[in-house]
């Protein structure tokens, strides 16, 4: 059983700074991509950043590009979201996702099956 753990959230005032963590457990954690995403009140979900399995290649939606950092350590078995500079529309539950399949190439639109509960981020102007 695949679990995923986030923290890190919190409140923090535009241009200010927070990093996420969500820890893995369940199976090898360096074998599977990694992703964040996050969900606005009345919004839908959305794809914030992703890792491959190695760490090796990341991808950022367009609105968070050159602002947040996705980053992953294999041997905690943890992804971390440094995000900086931050907006009050990066206001959302932010989410940890894992890939199901092993060594996938994974891309902005891959489909993860498995999800933590999430964290809070708030941004005031």
């Known amino acids: 059983q695949v679990q995923l753990v986030e923290s890190g959230g919190g409140s923090v005032q535009a241009g200010g700074s927070l990093r996420l963590s969500c820890g893995a457990s369940?199976?090898?954690?360096?074998?599977?991509?990694m992703g964040w995403f996050r969900q606005a009140p009345g919004k839908e979900r959305e794809f914030v950043a992703g890792?491959?399995?190695?760490?090796?290649?990341?991808y950022y939606a367009d609105s968070v590009k050159g602002r947040f950092t996705i980053s992953r350590d294999n041997a905690k078995n943890t992804v971390y979201l440094q995000m900086n500079s931050l907006k009050p529309e990066d206001t959302a539950v932010y989410y940890c996702?894992?890939?199901?399949?092993?060594?996938?190439?994974?891309?902005?639109?891959?489909?993860?099956?498995?999800w933590g509960q999430g964290t809070q981020v708030t941004v005031s102007s």
């Open positions: 890792i491959s399995w190695s760490g090796g290649t990341t």
């Open positions: 369940g199976r090898t954690f360096s074998n599977y991509a």
């Open positions: 996702a894992a890939d199901s399949v092993p060594f996938r190439v994974v891309s902005t639109t891959t489909r993860y099956a498995y």
